[in-house]
């Protein structure tokens, strides 16, 4: 996402330049003055509202995506409850972004620690850092609440079929008030990551949120343990297939598509560089699914679905941080690298005991932690105070010592507050459901309806 240096760079012609400069030729004549007219500037200012509104309703769409994939990667008796924590999510997520979590992420510094977090705009009010460029503040603000609902419901398809869904609803809350803004805060508030001597770059989130949401999601299953029967009584991890394939990758399509909000809507305005985001999103996409394919098809002597899809989200996540900055071939190739990663770390978290139904850990932890560092070794743009070039394009090692900084300075803050998080939990309204309640399903337990009614 554009950092406020970016205001200093030379603005690419945008559409609206072009569609004023044409209405101008068309009606120009003595009784049609210029100046009575919408200007170029006043177009392009129209474009990027609609374009970015537009944008976070692609992003705010993905909460659909999440919730099939995790629904159809785990079993019927528990869809119900599914669809309810991704629903919650995002509901209990914007209220509690609204009146805190935006203001930590991009209000004033009224607390003298403006670097590690915002003290100014509670609420929306204030003269807190409100909007970018053009875009009006509520425009602005409804894009980065879709990302906050992003960040928050990557964690309930990892702590799946057997979390109790009240202490599901007061991690959601704390993560998107608090957790969440304060990383946010550190890179597209302009905070102390935008401000090393290299700045971290984490363009539209591979780390601020995609790793964020899959350290607290690792946390979240560790704290819970594995699900009844996971494991053997040799200690050897069980598949427990998921009740609907078509499901997932419905979900991963939707993903798809909303993905074309999360990365071009974060350039912030309707400009044709959009066009070069969508396609390094798309070669990643691709790559990530093909390579995932492929692994499991040679391992297994058969192509996976799931792991496939999961490694078209897989290249999405990674690719995410440097979208900007890659041409097409580094897109490819972080793309390819997150589609094998995602296959090999699903298996080591099995073996570890960290049981995630759905491999969000690995797609959205792991891989978003590549995505990030990935830039310090393929990033092809060199932009003052933004971003240098990678290791593999000539730009020495600056970036990708940023990159690392920044990743593990997010990943250790996120493991510490999340822990903190879930062991008060535990401590308090406890996490996990009983026996009897996980063994039937949540959907009866949790919601007093089945999720599937048959007769």
């Known amino acids: 996402m554009q950092s406020d240096s970016k205001k200093s760079l030379v603005r690419r012609l945008g559409l609206g330049a072009v569609v004023a400069t044409l209405a101008g030729l068309a009606f120009a004549g003595p009784t049609f003055a210029a100046e009575e007219g919408p200007t170029a500037a006043d177009v392009q200012k129209i474009l990027d509202n609609v374009w970015i509104l537009i944008a976070a309703v692609l992003v705010i769409f993905m909460q ?251 290249g999405l996540v990674g690719v995410t941080a440097g979208c900007w900055v890659v041409n097409g071939l580094g897109a490819t190739i972080i793309g390819a690298l997150a589609g094998a990663i995602v296959v090999y770390s699903v298996s080591f978290f099995d073996r570890v005991r960290i049981d995630d139904p759905v491999g969000a850990v690995s797609v959205h932890g792991v891989c978003g932690a590549f995505g990030a560092i990935a830039v310090g070794l393929f990033s092809a743009t060199e932009a003052d105070g933004v971003v240098k070039k990678g290791l593999f394009y000539g730009g020495g090692a600056d970036q990708l010592v940023s990159q690392v900084i920044g990743v593990v300075a997010v990943a250790v803050f996120v493991l510490i507050t999340t822990a903190i998080l879930f062991g008060i939990l535990k401590a308090t309204v406890g996490l996990r459901i009983d026996e009897q309640a996980e063994r039937e399903g949540l959907d009866i337990h949790e919601h007093g309806v089945p999720g599937y009614v048959t007769e």
Not at 232 to 259: E, N, T
């Open 64 to 314: 659909a995506g999440f919730a099939l994939v995790e629904a159809g990667l785990t079993r019927g008796k528990n869809v119900a409850n599914i669809f309810m924590k991704n629903l919650m999510d995002f509901c209990v997520g914007a209220l509690l972004f609204f009146a805190v979590g935006y203001a930590i992420a991009f209000g004033g510094d009224l607390t003298g620690f403006g670097k590690y977090l915002g003290g100014d705009g509670w609420f929306l009010a204030g003269d807190g850092i409100f909007s970018y460029g053009n875009l009006d503040k509520f425009v602005f603000f409804t894009y980065q609440v879709a990302f906050a609902a992003t960040a928050a419901t990557i964690v309930s398809g990892a702590m799946a079929e057997r979390t109790k869904f009240k202490a599901y609803v007061l991690y959601s809350a704390v993560i998107s008030a608090v957790i969440y803004p304060v990383v946010v805060r550190w890179q597209w508030g302009g905070g102390w990551l935008f401000q090393l001597d290299t700045p971290f770059h984490d363009f539209a989130g591979s780390a601020l949120v995609h790793m964020t949401g899959g350290v607290a999601a690792a946390v979240g299953a560790a704290f819970l343990g594995p699900r009844i029967g996971k494991y053997g009584p040799d200690g050897k991890p069980r598949a427990i297939p998921g009740h609907s394939i078509p499901f997932a990758i419905l979900g991963c399509f939707i993903l798809l598509v909303g993905w074309y909000g999360f990365n071009p809507g974060s350039w912030l305005g309707a400009d044709p560089v959009i066009g070069k985001i969508a396609v390094n999103t798309t070669l990643a996409a691709a790559a990530g699914a093909g390579v995932a394919m492929t692994i499991t098809w040679l391992k297994s002597g058969k192509p996976d679905v799931a792991m496939t899809g999961n490694g078209l989200l897989a």
